[in-house]
């Protein structure tokens, strides 16, 4: 994991998210954020902050503004828009950590997002794996109670052959993941477990063997349900049960028709079939929402128009990280911020199209396909309207979203804003999947949508993690 860039995201935090009062006296503040601690990641970090504030003049300017709220007499973390970059803030959370906490291991955690719903049910990560950087530096940065040597960059298949050594003795009381899986045609005859492209399924499986959890939750496309009894089978030679059922997320609060596949395993003799009849329970209980209570008070913006501008920002586009001006909220919002007001919004930035396709988002009406008679002149497909009539699709506000995916890496022109001529901005995208306003995606502009769209939303895995966890504490059983 780099810290190259936290030195100008440190800054551009401070910037949007507090005022431009200034203190002349910044040696407690740098103390605190430069404290050493016990990772060579964090310790780094900070001797590039000491260095900078004497050869940085925006560094210096960034730490007289925190230290207006970090200073001898004063110490405003949960105001600070920086304090998942502080190592005092860091410590003290991993400090906070409950020994009796419910420990959890998630394999193929992507940026997070299911972690997250586990992580708001009290559920803490013990050890987590992915295979892209960007995935594993967004995980550590929003999860600062685990240790960065406890997030694992790496393949899968290498992790579980070093599962006892990475672990060092610490337990787990459930593993969660998602490991794609290719090979499960019904025309294969050959079982899933064996087939060779299903090589992240098997260690998975292999995960679960090992470490002998009380619980395992497994997420797939629901394509997966064809090979249902194979997989129960699978779990079943390795001492669990396990049920499956297909949730949709939109009705788990989330402003978004998106159908998963979800496995519940358990080793305690607690019957799956129950505690899904309580997911789907808990499910009508809680409010539905659509895309226009996600897209509330986001800031207008328009479509870049230059090449290659997807690292910098403008006015009219947008920035990596900016000041909310926003001081209106409502009901969505504030559910997936917990009630907490978010000074700063990341990640809020419009992607480049070309004319042509700022005049198609122009014309289009919410609802509008590409076979809409209002853009047939202009249209690229036109011909093919029946291969891709799908190629172009303006969102609806008072309807929940098409489901997020991977594929708005590429182009968001199936993701076209309900009121701009434009495609959703990642920031957008992550309301859609329920993530709060300051969980920030790092890396790469694109990279941010592929986090994003291959993310479970994080309302679906805090309902699953609400009710296991009664079971869990012997409440439910």
Same mark, same amino acid.
């Given at each position: ?108 955690? =992507?940026? *997070?997002?299911?972690?997250? $719903? ?24 929003? /999860? ?32 969660? *993941? ?60 390795? $001492? ?24 519940? *395993? ?51 586009? =947008? ?42 988002? *122009? ?53 076209? /804003? ?51 966890? =009664?079971?869990?504490?012997? =409440?439910?059983?």
């Amino acid at each position: 994991m780099e810290y190259k860039n936290d030195k100008c995201e440190f800054t551009a935090f401070v910037k949007a998210g507090l005022d431009s009062k200034e203190q002349e006296n910044i040696e407690i503040c740098i103390e605190r954020v430069t404290k050493t601690v016990k990772e060579d990641f964090l310790n780094a970090r900070a001797r590039l902050y000491k260095d900078e504030v004497k050869n940085d003049a925006e560094v210096m300017t960034a730490f007289r503004r925190l230290s207006v709220i970090c200073n001898e007499n004063v110490q405003q973390c949960y105001e600070c828009p920086v304090s998942k970059y502080c190592n005092t803030y860091i410590e003290n959370a991993r400090k906070n950590v409950n020994d009796d906490s419910l420990k959890m291991i998630d394999l193929f955690c =992507g940026a *997070g997002g299911l972690s997250l $719903g586990f992580t708001q049910e009290g559920f803490v990560t013990t050890l987590a794996n992915d295979i892209q950087d960007c995935c594993v530096d967004t995980y550590a940065h929003n /999860h600062p109670e685990t240790p960065r040597d406890h997030i694992i960059l790496g393949n899968i298949k290498d992790v579980v052959n070093e599962l006892d050594e990475l672990l060092d003795g610490r337990s787990a009381d459930i593993v969660i *993941g998602g490991p794609p899986c290719q090979g499960f045609s019904m025309a294969n005859r050959q079982r899933l477990i064996d087939d060779p492209r299903n090589h992240l399924y098997k260690s998975y499986v292999e995960a679960v063997k090992k470490v002998q959890p009380k619980f395992f939750v497994m997420e797939n496309v629901k394509g997966m349900q064809s090979v249902a009894e194979q997989v129960k089978d699978d779990f079943r030679a390795i $001492g669990y049960s396990v049920e499956c059922h297909i949730l949709n997320a939109k009705n788990f609060g989330v402003p978004q028709n998106r159908e998963r596949l979800i496995y519940i *395993g358990n080793c305690l003799g607690i019957d799956n079939e129950k505690i899904f009849n309580e997911i789907f329970e808990l499910s009508e209980k809680i409010p539905e929402y659509n895309l226009g209570d996600a897209l509330f008070g986001l800031r207008k913006l328009e479509a870049s128009r230059v090449k290659n501008s997807t690292e910098s920002g403008s006015i009219e586009s =947008g920035y990596k990280i900016e000041k909310n001006y926003c001081t209106e909220t409502n009901d969505y919002i504030s559910y997936i911020n917990q009630g907490r007001v978010i000074d700063v919004v990341s990640n809020h930035k419009a992607r480049y199209n070309n004319d042509r396709d700022i005049e198609i988002f *122009g014309r289009m009406e919410p609802g509008d396909r590409s076979d809409d008679p209002k853009i047939a002149d202009i249209m690229p497909y036109a011909r093919r309207n029946g291969i891709f009539k799908d190629k172009y699709f303006k969102l609806e506000n008072d309807k929940v979203c098409k489901t997020i995916t991977a594929h708005m890496k590429f182009d968001c022109n199936m993701y076209i /804003h309900p009121t701009q001529a434009r495609g959703l901005t990642p920031r957008e995208a992550a309301r859609v999947q329920s993530y709060p306003d300051d969980y920030f995606f790092r890396g790469a502009y694109t990279k941010t949508y592929m986090q994003i769209g291959n993310s479970v939303p994080p309302l679906l895995g805090r309902a699953i993690a609400q009710v296991i966890k =009664g079971y869990m504490k012997g =409440g439910n059983a």
